[in-house]
């Protein structure tokens, strides 16, 4: 590639991705709109996110050796607060209905209307194109402008509750932020997991109960 492509394309980069540095005095602030940016920190880079529904930081890879900048944390925040529990009982029977087959869902948010505190959520079935008892491979929907993807969640039929190396695939998209959840034994006493992807990495952070409203 021609050195002058080259520069473009590190402009654009620099442009839509740029690289901060942690400073001592006081921590960087939140990002102004939705996207993502790299900091540099004492003890890695992290990757600093906004979306409609969530901001936050994620650390995406370690130092090697302590770097002269300041600190920063791994933390998330969501402005669409809990999760309705009604949603995923809804998804729970889905599952199974569809047992020993799995089958796919998107929880999506919407955020409230000027003067309303509570957003619209909805759960969205997703088509399955292949399905057995080990996978499921869906089309994903197109959303419409104001609505956002928050949990990302399938089922695992009659198996435990766990991330696939297709899963690990799917999630590694640096542009999606969401919550990625499976339930498994879905006809008996059900389990969980969960994790956020962000930035291209996944970190777990417990159970999916943790984040639902019960009273919705």
Same mark, same amino acid.
């Given at each position: 590639m021609?050195?002058?492509?080259?520069?473009?394309?590190d402009a654009f980069v620099q442009r839509t991705t740029p690289v901060l540095v942690a400073a001592h005095a006081r921590p960087i602030d939140d990002l102004e709109t939705s996207g993502h940016r790299y900091i540099v920190a004492q003890d890695g880079v992290y990757a600093q996110f906004r979306r409609a529904w969530c901001r936050g930081a994620v650390q995406v890879s370690r130092a090697a050796a302590p770097l002269?900048?300041?600190?920063?944390?791994?933390?998330?925040?969501?402005?669409? $607060? &809990? %999760?309705?529990?009604s949603l995923v009982a809804q998804f729970l029977e889905l599952a199974r209905l569809a047992s020993p087959m799995e089958v796919a869902a998107w929880i999506t948010w919407r955020a409230p209307p000027d003067g309303q505190q509570v957003g619209q959520w909805a759960l969205r079935r997703l088509n399955s194109i292949d399905a057995s008892g080990a996978h499921v491979v869906f089309d994903r929907p197109l959303l419409e402008a104001d609505e956002h993807l928050v949990v990302d969640i399938h089922s695992h039929g009659l198996h435990d509750a766990h991330f696939s190396h297709t899963d690990d695939s799917d999630d590694a998209d640096v542009s999606i932020?969401?919550?990625?959840?499976?339930? $498994? &034994? %879905?006809?008996?006493?059900?389990?969980t997991a969960m994790r956020l992807c962000a930035a291209g990495v996944s970190h777990h952070f417990g159970e999916l109960h943790e984040i639902l409203d019960a009273s919705r």
């Open positions: 021609e050195a002058s492509h080259l520069a473009t394309l002269p900048f300041g600190p920063q944390e791994t933390s998330v925040r969501f402005a669409c $607060g &809990r %999760v309705p529990a932020v969401k919550i990625a959840a499976v339930i $498994g &034994r %879905v006809t008996g006493e059900p389990n």
